[in-house]
């Protein structure tokens, strides 16, 4: 995969469906947003990243075949109630993936909003931690959540808050499309969250041993558009990495014309994301550590200090 440099919108859409899937832009009302919406679709699916707050995203995931969908973290609700009335589709369920404000904080009126345009609407809200707003249904490593042909599995993901969830995607027909990973503050294109909770063998657990084992094709879409200053890190402890500089660029270059840089692949992660590289020596000697887990708790620390230019 290659990240040229181009102001182009088609570049960012051929190397969209280089990837095996279409993606097209879906202009903010106001120029309001951080940045453009971003749609993914597939014949049985789609995927709408659709920005709030300052850098965070939320997800509408439509099953096509059904017209049911889910939310991730639905922190500014009237925004996902205007592309549910858009899309034309039933909201089943709203997937949390942590209790921090900017994530779960929009649930109490998500679910009120919603019932009071759809009086039958029975909403379940799933998340891993007893402090996320309007938690009906807490789930754990290994549960399984199903909408239409779809099904969530969720990976436990304890450090950023002890209660975190990823949740992996998969449909009944993995023909016409590839696998995504919605991980909120867990995994960032090119970094990681903050270990407010939880220790650097909690984060190598989440990032190396479970997100790490997934398939390499398989989709990445964060809670936040962090990519240029992640990047940015990544090339200060990982300088020769030609991958990564032509990454930054690319990302750059998205974000100069507030295009999002989401999502990106978990080969690709694996690729340029210096905290699922930890394992790599050359990466451990620049850091000075000689094992995994002292390098992503060296790394963090750095990145917790880092001034990006």
């Not at 989440?206 to 390499?216: C, M, S």
């Not at 990495?241 to 992660?269: C, F, H, M, Y």
Request: one cysteine or more.
């Amino acid at each position: 995969m290659e990240f040229k440099t181009s102001s182009s919108f088609e570049t960012f859409k051929a190397a969209a469906l280089s990837f095996g899937f279409s993606v097209y832009r879906a202009f903010a009302s106001g120029g309001k947003m951080h940045s453009e919406k971003c749609v993914v679709d597939f014949p049985n699916l789609r995927i709408i990243g659709i920005p709030a707050l300052s850098d965070n995203y939320m997800y509408l995931v439509i099953d096509k075949t059904s017209m049911q969908a889910v939310v991730f973290d639905p922190v500014e609700p009237e925004n996902v109630l205007k592309e549910i009335r858009r899309q034309n589709v039933t909201l089943s369920a709203i997937l949390t993936t942590h209790h921090h404000w900017d994530h779960a904080n929009g649930n109490t009126e998500m679910v009120s909003s919603y019932q009071s345009e759809v009086p039958s609407a029975n909403l379940e809200v799933y998340g891993g931690d007893d402090r996320i707003q309007s938690l009906t249904m807490k789930i754990g490593q290994g549960d399984t959540i199903k909408v239409g042909s779809m099904t969530f599995q969720c990976i436990f993901t304890p450090c950023h808050t002890l209660g975190h969830i990823c949740y992996y995607l998969t449909t009944e027909d993995s023909n016409i499309q590839k696998p995504a990973v919605f991980t909120g503050d867990t995994l960032f294109i090119g970094g990681c969250g903050k270990f407010f909770e939880g220790t650097a063998e909690q984060m190598y657990s989440a990032l190396v041993e479970k997100l790490g084992a997934l398939p390499p094709d398989t989709m990445v879409f964060c809670g936040h558009e962090y990519t240029v200053n992640n990047l940015k890190f990544g090339l200060h402890v990982d300088p020769s990495n030609t991958v990564l500089q032509e990454k930054l660029g690319w990302a750059q270059d998205q974000r100069s014309n507030r295009l999002p840089t989401i999502p990106s692949t978990i080969g690709v992660e694996k690729q340029i994301n210096p905290f699922m590289r930890c394992t790599r020596p050359q990466l451990q000697s620049h850091v000075e550590t000689k094992t995994a887990v002292e390098c992503m708790r060296t790394l963090r620390s750095m990145k917790d200090n880092f001034k990006a230019n």
